[in-house]
């Protein structure tokens, strides 16, 4: 059984109260907990060593990742961060040193982006480092971006550039705080959510949740508007991965970028307001959400089913 494949088992068995507004399937839960004009978010991540890095990844980096990624969601939602806990599971034997290092780059991280770190837990692991983070954030009384809003002809969009993140992208990357909250203040986005295993991954779960019964939406992506970064094109030309460089861009997963939906009338309004409030960070209209079931890829070749597949856990 895959991860997804888990999820899907579990979801349906998960309890739920009149506190939650969107609960598992989103980047993050939405809870309703009583303030006049902002509901809650609230997310969780975990690093886990020889899956997420290397005992001989630098610690910095491996605390910088561990905050990060629960920030990228919150991003996804349109979402300012608060606060966070910590639950660190640690070998026998392990070094102090190298802990507080891991504590000195999360923390550096949570103090650009305002966060509180109020506590945690500890315990042992009987085999490498385990970092867990769970984090609370506030948006706007029914402003959250969700996965579930796009719609057949809407242009699709995805920030920066995807691929080669294992080059160590994925230990250094600047969650899109800013510019999520920026898209949830346009008004014009349909959905959102942010890229972490991949495009070809992540863009069935977006377009699956804005599925309706009945209604199956698919998408047609143009090949040569996917941003491949230039580490994917160096690696696959210097031999360094069996992996084409859009291949890469496709499934390499840990891009940690915001791919999202728009109505075609507004894709250059958005376009131009993101290019003057963002002009350092590329953002690119990579194909259209379509009302027909399936992923397609255009090339010079004409239209073909995506084949590719994101990275999933227990694949």
């Not at 888990?6 to 109260?17: G, Q």
């Not at 969009?157 to 080059?167: D, H, K, Y």
């Not at 986005?189 to 699956?208: F, K, Q």
Request: with cysteine; glycine share 12%.
């Amino acid at each position: 059984m895959t991860e997804f494949e888990l999820i899907a088992k579990l979801k349906p068995l998960l309890p739920t109260n009149d506190f939650v507004v969107t609960g598992a399937g989103d980047d993050c839960a939405v809870l309703e907990l009583g303030a006049a004009d902002r509901q809650t978010l609230f997310k969780t991540d975990a690093i886990v060593e020889g899956v997420h890095f290397t005992a001989e990844t630098e610690p910095e980096r491996i605390g910088h990742k561990a905050l990060a990624r629960c920030l990228s969601d919150i991003a996804a939602m349109g979402g300012t961060p608060v606060a966070a806990v910590v639950t660190l599971a640690l070998p026998k034997g392990y070094d102090p040193e190298r802990v507080l290092a891991i504590y000195r780059g999360l923390n550096a991280l949570a103090a650009r982006n305002q966060v509180a770190v109020v506590g945690g837990e500890t315990t042992t692991s009987p085999g490498g480092l385990l970092l867990n983070v769970a984090l609370l954030g506030t948006v706007p009384r029914g402003g959250a971006l969700l996965r579930s809003g796009a719609q057949a002809g809407d242009a699709i969009f995805v920030s920066g550039e995807l691929g080669g993140s294992i080059a160590g992208r994925h230990l250094d990357f600047e969650p899109r705080l800013a510019e999520g909250r920026w898209l949830a203040a346009s008004g014009l986005v349909h959905a959102l959510m942010d890229v972490s295993d991949g495009l070809a991954g992540d863009l069935p779960h977006l377009l699956a949740a804005s599925s309706q019964p009945g209604t199956v939406l698919g998408a047609d992506l143009l090949k040569a508007a996917i941003p491949i970064s230039r580490i994917a094109k160096l690696r696959a030309r210097e031999g360094d991965t069996a992996k084409p460089a859009i291949v890469a861009a496709l499934t390499d997963g840990e891009d940690f970028e915001l791919l999202f939906t728009v109505a075609s009338r507004d894709a250059v309004k958005l376009l131009d307001g993101w290019k003057a409030e963002f002009p350092g960070v590329p953002l690119s209209c990579i194909g259209r959400v379509t009302s027909q079931a399936g992923i397609f890829l255009r090339d010079e070749r004409g239209l073909r089913p995506l084949t590719t597949k994101g990275y999933e856990h227990f694949a």
